[in-house]
RNA sequence: GCGGGUGUAGCUCAGUUGGUUAGAGCGCCAGAUUGUGAUUCUGGAUGCCGCCGGUUCAAAUCCGGUCACUCGCCCCA
């Protein structure tokens, strides 16, 4: 017998998940669209070899992560672990480096192969925010900007915070990388066995970690500001001052890390404390060297991903978007069903949300219709057919009136402002 | 991949030192009320006690394994 569960580390989006999931939906777009990002759709699987060359191939998504397999054809393709590889694809492909400036946005499933826990899922949903082609640290602001107008609409910027480092442009980011190395391989025995693997793949990571011994390691390291040349520190500057400018606030994070080695300047995360382990909620930065590194012209770009179902966790009852509530068109007896299917076509014609009431007595029509949700129910027997009414019940007031067909809509539409 | 916790009705959960027919609330269905819902009253059905094996006269209960969920580590949104 087939298991009748989703795959693990899946779920089902329905019912007030749905609606969570829609009421952050129109609004990204909404403040996505202020900002004069297009949407764009790229396909929810790539060749893999585009993954495996923007993640590296020692990143922990590329060597654990991937849902990766062979399609008919002997492709290996891979279902997308993130957002920005798949966008930079698209860019290329589409030649947009003669639109660019490309400012878009985009929504959908992302997966990964992990442990599942709370806030993490294999399948998942982002948005996604990115600006191509403008190396101005504008760009920067103004992708903060939206991600924190977003929150802030969303009801739940008091409960963020926004967390900001600089990486450096190439030239400090190696210098600051090789003064790491030195440190910590001066304390190889007293690092713990992750750090360890972390000083040849990827050093920066130390400075996140957890432990308690690495972390008294971690307070004497290095700072990454120490190593800021001219041209960082004015361009840091400038995306500081001007978050600062639109009162947007912010707390410097030097720990703030990225692993990989096209990552530049701004890096930024938005955390909460109130999602357990898994407090980002919205994590990005710049990338200038990603485009070159995929076998593109050289472009700057800069951008955020979020976390759906995190942040669907954290909205409160009150900003969810409503439907409007239907009004339940009940046919009493068999002989009235082709007519009553009318009266409800020609209301759903003139936009209004009907539902039907198939089946049993009026108490159980009537049931059905409460049920529902519905502001109105519409009985139509073979005395209102005869007549060319239908009975309104208002099932709040519990109040009822004839009204003539052909006024239908119009009433119901009035009773419902 | 590693460690902790939990699996009983559609949902939330009780179930005594192992003891024979496994419970509650909510929800669902039916009736009171065959042209009137939501309230009220009455009745009904909930079930491989996650799955497999072991111990025992006897297992929802104890033991082992397994699967799932969950929390944390790693990593990330």
């Known amino acids: 017998m ?5 795959v693990r580390g899946t779920h089902d989006v329905l019912g007030d998940k749905a609606i969570r999931f829609r009421t952050i939906y129109e609004k990204f777009k909404s403040v996505a669209e202020r900002y004069s990002h297009q949407e764009i759709d790229t396909p929810i699987f790539e060749f893999t070899e585009t993954f495996k060359r923007t993640l590296g ?45 490309c400012k878009f946005y985009s929504f959908g499933p992302m997966f990964r192969y992990e442990r599942p826990q709370k806030g993490r899922m294999r399948q998942f949903h982002q948005m996604d925010v990115e600006i191509l082609g403008v190396p101005e640290p504008q760009a920067d602001i103004e992708v903060i900007a939206l991600g924190s107008d977003l929150l802030d609409e969303l ?30 391989t001066g304390f190889k025995s007293a690092l713990s066995e992750d750090s360890l693997q972390r000083l040849d793949k990827n050093p920066l990571r130390i400075l996140d970690s957890k432990d308690e011994g690495d972390r008294a390691l971690i307070e004497n390291a290095p700072r990454i500001f120490e190593f800021y040349n001219e041209a960082t520190k004015n361009f840091f500057d400038e995306v500081k001052s001007g978050l600062e400018a639109l009162s947007i606030n912010y707390v410097i994070n030097d720990r703030l890390v990225r692993g990989l080695d096209y990552y530049c300047h701004t890096a930024f995360e938005f955390t909460t404390d109130q999602l357990g382990a898994q407090g980002t909620v919205m ?16 472009t700057a770009g800069i951008g955020w991903a979020a ?5 669907a966790e954290l909205i409160s009852e009150e900003i ?3 439907s409007d509530r239907p009004v339940v068109v009940a046919p009493v007896g068999n002989s009235t069903q ?22 049993g007595n009026v108490a159980k029509r009537m049931k059905r219709a409460n049920k529902q949700n519905a ?43």
């Open 320 to 322: 969810l978007l409503n």
């Open 375 to 417: 502001a109105f129910a519409i009985l139509i027997g073979d005395d209102e057919i005869a007549r060319s009414v239908g009975m309104v019940k208002n099932l709040d007031l519990g109040t009822q009136e004839e009204v003539s067909l052909s006024n239908l809509s119009q009433y119901i539409r009035e009773a419902q402002k």
């Open 155 to 184: 009801g739940i910027g008091k409960h963020i915070k926004l967390e900001l480092n600089s990486l450096g442009d190439p030239g400090s980011r190696a210098d600051y990388r090789d003064a790491l190395v030195k440190y910590f």
């Open 57 to 101: 191939d020692t990143s922990d998504v590329v060597t654990k992560e991937m849902y990766t397999f062979e399609d008919r054809g002997g492709e290996q393709v891979t279902l997308r672990p993130e957002y920005t590889a798949g966008i930079a694809r698209a860019f290329m492909s589409n030649g947009l480096q003669q639109s660019a400036p």
């Open 307 to 311: 976390g759906m179902e995190r942040i």
């Open 2 to 6: 087939a298991r009748l569960q989703p």
């Open 283 to 298: 994590a990005g930065g710049r990338y200038d060297g990603l485009m070159e590194m995929m076998g593109g012209p050289p």
């Open 338 to 359: 082709v007519v009553a299917m009318k009266i409800a076509h020609d209301l759903r014609l003139d936009g209004i949300v009907v539902d039907m009431a198939y089946r």
